[in-house]
C-alpha cells in the first residue's frame, strides 16, 4: 500500500484520486467528493514529515468512505432521501481509527439505500455502473466503494455487509472483499440495517492491504457491546500448525478433526496443506456456467498445491435464503422507526398534523425497497405472526449456524461462489424482489452464522465480466483466511 514518504507527497496522492474520482464521474461513484478536507489533512501530513515526525501506517493513503459510515465531512445519507441534509456530529470508530492512521477520505461512496439492495440501483442518487461493463450493475450495497477500488481511485475502501453487500459487489468487479467475523469490528457510528448481522468490512486489491487494515480497524469497543476483543492482533503469531502439530512434522494426517467448529480455531498464518469444503448444492446446473468454471479451476490450483478437496453436504443452507429475509427486515422495520422527520433529515413541507407529518416524510423520504422491508418486518414480528414467521426463522438460524460448525470440523475452510450469477444488466431484476433476493442466495448465510467471508478475484467471464469466490472460515480465523487467500492467487 502506497505511504507517503519523502519521495512523494500525501498531498500529490490525493490529487491524483480525486482527478480519477472526476474522470470516472459517469460511473456515478460518489455522492460527495471531499476536495477540501482531503487536500487540508494531506497537507498536515506532508509538514509533519518534512518536520521528521512520526507518522502512520496509512499516511496519506486515498480512501473512499461508503455513505453510511458517519463521520463530521459532507453530508452522510446512506444514499436516502430521508437523511439528505444531516450531517453527523460523531465519528464512526473505524473511521477514527482509519484516520488515527493518516489514511484520508477523499469521497463518500454511492450504495443502496440504507444498504438495502444487490446492486446498488436502489440509491436516491442513481446507480453505479459496473467497473468492467456499463450497462450493468456494480453489485450492491457496497457498489460505489466497490467501483472506487477496482477504477484505481483509491487503495481501499469501506463496506457493510448484512448478506453480502461487500462479497458480491467485489466480486462483481473483480477486487478483494471481506466480511470479517460477526463483532471483529466496531459498528459504532455506521448507520444500521439489521443489527445482528451486520458487520464493518474493506474493498483492497491484494491480501497484504485487507490484512493492515484488518490488523488497525478490529478490536473491542465500548460504545459497541457486540465487538469481540482483538483476537485479530493477539493472536497474529499463531500458526496453524501450533494448533495441529502434527501437520508442522509433515506426519500423516491425525484421525481427529484438525478444526473442531469452535471460536478461535485456524485463527493465525498458514504453513501446511489444508482442507477445503466444496458445497455441492453450490456447484450445479443452476451456478452460472462461467462461475462453476472458474470454481473448478481454483479446485485444480488447490490440489496442485497439495491442499485436499472435501465435499460437504449442508442441507439446512437450503433456509439461508427464507430466514433471512425474516429476521432482517425483523430488525430493518426497527431500526428504521427512529426516521421521522422531526429531529434531523428530510422533512415533508405536505403535512398539516403529526400523524401526516410522519406519514409523508417517510413516504417520500423512504425508496421503494426501504417500505417494502419495513412493511415485511412489521408483518412478522405483528401480533398472530411472530410465531409463525420470525420465531421459526431464529430457529432456522440456530440450524445454520450448527451447519456451519459441522462443516468446519470436516475442513478448515470453504470455497464457495458468492452468487450465482456475474453482474446482471442495469434494470434487469430490480422490478422483481424475488429475482433480486435470490442473488444473495450464496452469501446471506455467512451473515446469519456470524462466520467470516473474503471474496477473492477467480478471472473472467467469457464477456469479460468478473468474476469472484468466496472463501468462508470458522468464527475468528479472519486473518487465516486472509493468509490463506494467496494461495489462490
Known sequence: MKIADKSTSAEKLVRDALEKAKKYAEYNI??????????????????????????????????ALKDNFLSPEGETT?????????????????????????????????LDAFAHGSSTENSYFGPTLNSRDKKRVAGGSSGGSAVAVALDIV??????DTGGSIRQPASFNGVYGLKPTYGCISRYGV????????????????????????????????????TLPDYYNTDADTELSDLRPSWATGADRAPEP?????????????????????????????????????????????????????????????????????????EVASNLSRYDGVRYGFRSEKSDDLDALYYNTRFEGFMPENKRRIMIGNFVLSSGFYDAYFLKAAKARTMIINEYEKAFSECDFI???????????????????????????????????GVPGLTIPAGETKDGLAVGLQLVGPRRSDKALIEFSKELA
Open 415 to 449: 470455497l464457495t461462489p458468492v452468487s450465482p450469477n456475474p453482474a446482471f444488466k442495469l434494470g434487469e431484476k430490480v422490478n422483481d424482489p424475488v429475482a433480486m433476493y435470490l442473488e444473495d442466495v450464496m452469501s446471506v448465510s455467512l451473515n446469519l452464522a
Open 78 to 110: 446512506a444514499s436516502a432521501h430521508i437523511l439528505e441534509g444531516f450531517v453527523s456530529p460523531i465519528t464512526a470508530t473505524a473511521v477514527a481509527k482509519l484516520e488515527a492512521e493518516g489514511a484520508i477520505m477523499i469521497g463518500r461512496t454511492n
Open 155 to 160: 487503495e481501499f475502501a469501506t463496506g457493510t
Open 258 to 330: 484438525r478444526n473442531d467448529g469452535r471460536e478461535g480455531a485456524c485463527r493465525g498464518s498458514l504453513n501446511s496443506s489444508v482442507r477445503i469444503g466444496i458445497i455441492k448444492d453450490f456447484d450445479n446446473e443452476s451456478v452460472d456456467s462461467d462461475i462453476r468454471e472458474a470454481l473448478k479451476k481454483k479446485v485444480e490450483l488447490l490440489k496442485s498445491k497439495g491442499h485436499e478437496i472435501v465435499e460437504l453436504e449442508m442441507p439446512a443452507l437450503k433456509y439461508g435464503l427464507a430466514a433471512y429475509y425474516i429476521i432482517v427486515p425483523a
Open 191 to 226: 448507520v444500521a440495517m439489521a443489527s445482528s448481522t451486520d458487520c464493518i468490512g474493506f474493498f483492497t486489491k491484494t491480501p497484504d492491504d485487507m490484512d493492515l487494515l484488518m490488523s488497525i480497524a478490529s478490536g473491542q469497543d465500548p460504545k459497541d457491546m457486540t
Open 30 to 63: 460518489f455522492t460527495f467528493l471531499n476536495e477540501e478536507g482531503a487536500l487540508k489533512k494531506a497537507r498536515e501530513i506532508d509538514a509533519r514529515i518534512k518536520k521528521g515526525e512520526k507518522v502512520g501506517k496509512l499516511a496519506g493513503v486515498p480512501y
